[in-house]
């Protein structure tokens, strides 16, 4: 349906947005070639790989915890491979088919721009949808992860897709939306662990709906259609995770988490668990790793690090308002005020109800829940499936833009984000906007799991063979000129390494994640 109804578009429409997926492809392209594997793209490929060879348990939960079956997609370039090439073996340590595997992410991320537009299109016009795609082509956050082996960019599609088909099935009472709807529900498990919340804001935003709009409930009929959406879970979960160990007994788990341990306690051991073991242990382990929090020697994540403060163990409640505060363009910012503003004055509560609120309400909830619930602070990657709901909401002011001044301030919003985000072609996962003046201090801003997640090695190694005066800092003290990378610099290991140089005030950046420093006689001394 939405292929069709992308391709019913007037020549002048299709061209600009086909112009803007290739735009975007490019630069992805481009990026997907100068960036070095990150930090966990070889643990993505090698649970895809274990998914595709039949033994996917989660046998070193510190790795596999957060890993999900979306991944076999992109280890499919090398079993294609390997298909017609039987013997095929390469001694790279998987860069080369990670590099691949990357283009999956992606094309498939290309499906967001089309959903994109395609909502915005229904809700404000075809001109608004077409703004909208091109907010989200330029969205440094979101192109960052579009070209990684992670789950992020599919957890944004299947993220957008279950609320758009709840959003359909809201405003038409239609079946077929209906299906839709439990089918995109059921597939976002198989791809990020905090989409299960999905079961919780789905229902409530039902409910809210149905309160406002003051539509009767129909209890058989929502009695069957919850039956029909728990039997569609059931076989897509299975089925993604391969039917593994399923109908296991409740006692016979041994679980990590305190929570899932109580729920073992209160019920009984001899219940058949009717999901695959699969699913119900990363559900676990992601839950255990996230109660113990990061920076300690058996953590999956290292220390919260935002605002010159740092936490082993621990959180701060405003790390993801702060985030996103400093990581979102500016002129994001200033388009997602103007549409609230717009929203306000002019749209009624009820259509209010029909539509935005399917918008905002995941933005609201998953930044309440992320900010408040949650110990797992390693990025703003965690929240990125907002964006694209708040471009599309976005659709709104270029719908209300009828006046020479609304329409001038647009397209000097837009050339802002243009110039904005262009600074950092091939490595946009360390953006921060304009709030931060000099980029070397941005890492007291935003912490350094907003900086780096080792993407820009070969970003790095080009310039230190420009600048051969230029070395990577060694952990005893010495004169000279030297690059340390922002999680040294603040030690989100405890490790205690590099302690003379982290006295010492950093006086550039090296592709914004790594932090330059000129060190004298004086400075050793110190």
Not at 56 to 78: G, I
Not at 227 to 233: D, E, K, N, Q, Y
């Amino acid at each position: 349906m939405l292929t069709i109804e992308v391709f019913l578009l007037n020549k002048k429409h299709t061209i600009l947005l086909s112009l803007l997926v290739l735009l975007y492809l490019v630069n992805g392209i481009c990026s997907i070639n100068a960036l070095s594997i990150t930090a966990d793209e070889g643990s993505h490929m090698a649970f895809g790989i274990k998914m595709l060879k039949g033994d996917p348990a989660r046998t070193n939960p510190e790795k596999d915890n957060s890993k999900m079956p979306v991944t076999v997609l992109n280890v499919m370039p090398r079993a294609v491979e390997q298909v017609f090439h039987k013997n095929l073996t390469r001694n790279d340590w998987g860069t080369g088919d990670t590099i691949r595997g990357r283009y999956i992410t992606l094309f498939f991320s290309v499906l967001i721009i089309l959903l994109v537009f395609h909502w915005s299109r229904n809700l404000y016009g075809v001109n608004a949808g077409l703004f909208s795609a091109f907010l989200f082509v330029c969205c440094p956050n979101n192109m960052a992860h579009a070209v990684l082996v992670t789950t992020e960019t599919y957890s944004v599609f299947f993220l957008l897709a279950t609320m758009y088909c709840l959003w359909r099935f809201c405003n038409t009472g239609s079946n077929k939306h209906f299906i839709w709807f439990a089918l995109m529900l059921a597939a976002s498990q198989l791809v990020k662990q905090s989409l299960f919340h999905l079961y919780v804001l789905a229902p409530l935003c039902l409910l809210v709906y149905a309160a406002v709009m003051k539509e009767k409930i129909k209890w058989s009929p929502l009695f069957i259609k919850t039956l029909i959406a728990a039997g569609i879970s059931w076989v897509v979960i299975n089925t993604g995770f391969v039917f593994w160990h399923m109908n296991t007994r409740l006692g016979d788990y041994h679980f990590m988490s305190s929570l899932f341990q109580k729920l073992q306690q209160l019920l009984p051991g001899r219940m058949p668990v009717p999901l695959s073991e699969l699913f119900v242990t990363g559900l676990d382990q992601a839950k255990y790793y996230d109660q113990l929090g990061g920076g300690h020697p058996n953590s999956s994540f290292a220390n919260v690090t935002i605002l010159g403060q740092s936490s082993t163990g621990g959180s701060f409640w405003y790390y993801y308002f702060v985030s996103i505060f400093f990581k979102t363009p500016i002129p994001y910012l200033i388009l997602a005020g103007w549409a609230t503003f717009l929203c306000l004055r002019n749209s009624r509560f009820t259509g209010f109800m029909r539509n935005e609120f399917f918008l905002l309400a995941p933005v609201v909830y998953f930044l309440l829940l992320m900010s408040f619930l949650y110990n797992t602070q390693c990025g703003i990657r965690h929240l990125i499936f907002l964006y694209p709901l708040l471009f599309i909401f976005c659709g709104l002011v270029y719908k209300k833009a009828g006046k020479k001044g609304d329409q001038l301030l647009l397209l000097m919003l837009s050339l802002w984000l243009l110039m904005s985000v262009g600074q950092y072609f091939n490595n946009y996962y360390p953006y921060t906007n304009e709030f931060i003046g000099h980029k070397k201090n941005a890492w007291q801003y935003v912490g350094a799991s907003n900086l780096n997640i080792t993407q820009a090695e070969y970003l790095l190694d080009a310039h230190l063979k420009k600048h051969p005066e230029i070395k990577r800092a060694p952990e005893g003290p010495q004169t000279g000129k030297f690059v340390l990378v922002v999680d040294s610099y603040l030690d989100i290991w405890n490790t205690g390494k590099y302690q003379w140089i982290r006295k010492l005030r950093p006086v550039g950046h090296v592709e914004h994640s790594y932090l330059l420093f000129e060190v004298g006689e004086k400075d050793i001394e110190k």
